[in-house]
């Protein structure tokens, strides 16, 4: 494919991407995991000017369809990911690396767009009006509904329900960082598989990416997990909020990865049974101790940076024993 042909679908697939993500909500989240990966195609394959005018191109095209203002915030997100990632697809960097490198700018991106006009409007006495005002809209709705009046029947007035609101859009505001950094993550990845997946079918040298069941982090991951349970024991028993949230955050960053990790040591000791009707069992069983089964892949996945569960397989990954 000539760069011209490869710029102009390029473009027009970015477009499409964002403009279904913003007129259909409920898409968006998909759409926003995949709108970088022609961005990022097109820089590893030909340089950094033949991404910047694709995100031009698109931002162009989005315009259009969507106004300047509201075509502004995709572009800077898609076009920020798409060319670091692409550059470094292009440098030949590791998996790791580059997945990171996305992480990192599309926190800050979505943090600057997001977080800290939020802030700043907080600190001027107008940010959290705002978001007692969506709660006011929710109450509202309710009760046209004629919600309200069913919770009253069940003992639960009115005030209570709205403090209730208010509490958990205070909450949203707090937790906000760790939303952040767990979209930016999942937009990460997932933009860097559909580029790699592109790139290798198009015949452009990728880099190594291991099978799931050999998913790893680094063993001082783990202090991330000390650290903010650490924080939020001492916020809560001191009762210093701003200290149980900045551990509440670094939890919920954690989590998620922990539960893949845990998922990747469980598919590694899973592939080395032999019989298929243990597998069925296992499986079963874990679907329906669901609760218990998600507890543990979590432990796992929180122990195995320290512990290193797959040292009992052998080097081929599917060991030598099994059942």
């Given amino acids: 494919m000539s760069p011209v042909k490869g710029l102009v679908a390029a473009a027009f697939i970015t477009a499409g991407f964002c403009a279904v993500g913003v007129y259909i909500h409920f898409l968006a989240p998909i759409c926003s995991l995949l709108w970088a990966v022609p961005t990022i195609v097109l820089t590893a394959r030909w340089g950094i000017p033949m991404g910047l005018i694709n995100v031009g191109v698109s931002w162009l095209v989005l315009t259009l369809l969507m106004g300047p203002v509201l075509s502004f915030f995709p572009a800077i997100q898609f076009g920020s990911l798409g060319l670091t990632s692409g550059l470094l697809f292009r440098r030949e960097k590791s998996s790791g690396k580059i997945i990171a490198a996305g992480v990192l700018v599309t926190m800050l991106v979505v943090g600057i767009i997001l977080y800290f006009p939020l802030v700043m409007g907080i600190f001027h006495g107008e940010g959290m009006e705002a978001f007692y005002g969506r709660a006011n809209a929710v109450l509202e709705a309710w009760e046209k509904a004629g919600l309200l009046e069913q919770f009253e029947d069940q003992g639960i007035s009115r005030s209570e329900i709205e403090k209730s609101l208010k509490k958990a859009v205070v909450w949203t505001f707090y937790l906000l960082p760790s939303i952040i950094a767990t979209y930016s993550a999942a937009s990460s990845f997932c933009n860097f598989l559909g580029a790699r997946t592109v790139l290798l079918r198009m015949g452009f040298k990728v880099p190594d990416f291991p099978p799931f069941y050999e998913w790893r982090i680094p063993w001082y991951s783990s202090w991330v997990?000390?650290?903010?349970?650490?924080?939020?024991?001492?916020?809560?028993?001191?009762?210093?909020?701003?200290?149980?949230?900045?551990?509440?955050?670094?939890?919920?960053?954690?989590?998620?990865?922990?539960?893949?990790?845990?998922?990747?040591?469980?598919?590694?000791?899973?592939?080395?049974?032999?019989?298929?009707?243990?597998?069925?069992?296992?499986?079963?069983?874990?679907?329906?101790?669901?609760?218990?089964?998600?507890?543990?892949?979590?432990?796992?996945?929180?122990?195995?940076?320290?512990?290193?569960?797959?040292?009992?397989?052998?080097?081929?990954?599917?060991?030598?024993?099994?059942?």
């Fill in 225 to 323: 997990v000390i650290i903010g349970l650490g924080l939020a024991l001492l916020g809560d028993y001191i009762k210093v909020q701003p200290l149980f949230v900045v551990g509440l955050n670094l939890l919920i960053i954690y989590l998620p990865i922990a539960f893949i990790i845990g998922l990747a040591v469980g598919a590694g000791f899973f592939s080395r049974i032999k019989s298929h009707f243990i597998k069925l069992i296992i499986f079963t069983t874990g679907l329906i101790y669901l609760p218990f089964t998600i507890f543990l892949l979590l432990l796992l996945g929180v122990f195995d940076p320290l512990l290193n569960f797959r040292k009992f397989q052998s080097n081929n990954g599917q060991g030598s024993g099994g059942l």
